[in-house]
């Protein structure tokens, strides 16, 4: 259950950066940067629930992660050049935490915990 806890963490984390970085540097919608930027702050509200092991925080993130990995398909559809691999990256990782946080938050239930 750690491992999924660990998987879960790192992944989120992970997506942070990578839409930070993307919006910022690597390709954004502008020279510069772009206020496309904020769509990371979304990501900060489930972080410190994610990383302390919370139950409730592996219930509801998985349904916020859910937008970025639509976001991910649409632009990996639709962009092109470098955009197209961070848009699956961010895809990959959507889907990484959102099997993470679900499997956690399954096999953290109390009524597995007695077993």
């Given at each position: 259950?750690?491992?999924?806890?660990?998987?879960?963490?790192?992944?989120?984390?992970?997506?942070?950066?990578?839409?930070?970085?993307?919006?910022?540097?690597?390709?954004?919608?502008?020279?510069?940067?772009?206020?496309?930027?904020?769509?990371?702050?979304?990501l900060l509200a489930p972080l410190m629930g994610i990383l302390?092991?919370?139950?409730?925080?592996?219930?509801?993130?998985p349904m916020l992660i859910l937008a970025y990995f639509s976001e991910g398909v649409v632009r990996a559809w639709s962009d092109v050049g470098m955009s197209v691999w961070l848009a699956a990256a961010e895809t990959?990782?959507?889907?990484?935490?959102?099997?993470?946080?679900i499997s956690y938050a399954r096999l953290a239930a109390p009524s597995r915990r007695s077993r």
């Open positions: 259950m750690k491992a999924l806890q660990h998987l879960a963490s790192a992944s989120l984390v992970a997506l942070i950066f990578l839409c930070l970085a993307w919006e910022l540097w690597l390709a954004p919608l502008r020279p510069g940067g772009s206020w496309l930027v904020l769509k990371t702050l979304p302390k092991g919370r139950r409730y925080t592996f219930q509801w993130a990959g990782l959507s889907t990484v935490f959102f099997f993470a946080a």
